[in-house]
T-cell receptor, first 117, second 111 residues
Framework: GAGVSQSPRYKVAKRGQDVALRCDPI?????LFWYQQALGQGPEFLTY????????KSGLPSDRFFAERPEGSVSTLKIQRTQQEDSAVYLC???????????????FGAGTRLSVL | GNSVTQMEGPVTLSEEAFLTINCTYT??????LFWYVQYPGEGLQLLLK?????DKGSNKGFEATYRKETTSFHLEKGSVQVSDSAVYFC??????????FGAGTRLFVKA
């Protein structure tokens, strides 16, 4: 398949544990986005990468959230010391080169559902 | 700040009924507007978009017109099918990298 792939699909963590969520974007897509979707809500922007550069991380809710894309392809979203309020679906999307305000189509993965107990 | 407000669901319709899902926005500047659809167990997919006032986006029988005077982008379809059952998200994008989504409207279509 040539779509955006996320793993794991489901993750259960005990409060205080660290988790790592993976995103494999569409091959050749320069731009990569992470979103957080709480139950019954729309996705909320977390961070944006252009290749390996993290150009916007203004949506990360706290310093417990960290994202990286070291080789400009696969990305990992890491959450340290998870809290119950971190329970949500984490979505990844990729697109061709994204300028500011650009209208390129974002292709979304199916998401990782994180439950923190 | 920028925001999107869409009608609360769920919306339940019979097959072949007319669909309207209301969406209004608040934005500085001139945003691009989008409708995304999320089928059960799948990621969001772009359904249609409009990038300037009076543009009409259309796809798969769905339409939405960018109305600057009423700051609206209502989604319509003349005859829904059971396969249209999904969650629909209205969204906007201005300068920068963020896309701002509404809370979503769940549509159920009964046979």
């Amino acid at each position: 398949g040539a779509g955006v792939s996320q793993s794991p699909r489901y993750k259960v963590a005990k409060r205080g544990q660290d988790v790592a969520l993976r995103c494999d974007p569409i091959s050749g897509h320069v731009s990569l986005f992470w979103y957080q979707q709480a139950l019954g809500q729309g996705p909320e922007f977390l961070t944006y990468f252009q290749n390996e550069a993290q150009l916007d991380k203004s949506g990360l809710p706290s310093d417990r959230f960290f994202a990286e894309r070291p080789e400009g392809s696969v990305s990992t979203l890491k959450i340290q010391r998870t809290q119950q309020e971190d329970s949500a679906v984490y979505l990844c999307a990729s697109s061709t080169l994204e300028g500011e305000g650009a209208k390129n189509i974002q292709y979304f993965g199916a998401g990782t559902r994180l439950s923190v107990l | 700040g920028n925001s999107v407000t869409q009608m609360e669901g769920p919306v339940t319709l019979s097959e072949e009924a007319f669909l309207t899902i209301n969406c209004t926005y608040t934005a500085t500047g001139y945003p691009s507007l989008f409708w995304y659809v999320q089928y059960p167990g799948e990621g969001l997919q772009l359904l249609l978009k409009a990038t300037k006032a009076d543009d009409k986006g259309s796809n798969k029988g769905f339409e939405a017109t960018y109305r600057k005077e009423t700051t609206s982008f209502h989604l319509e379809k003349g005859s829904v099918q059971v396969s249209d059952s999904a969650v629909y998200f209205c969204a906007l994008k201005t300068g920068g990298f963020k896309t701002i989504f509404g809370a979503g409207t769940r549509l159920f279509v009964k046979a």
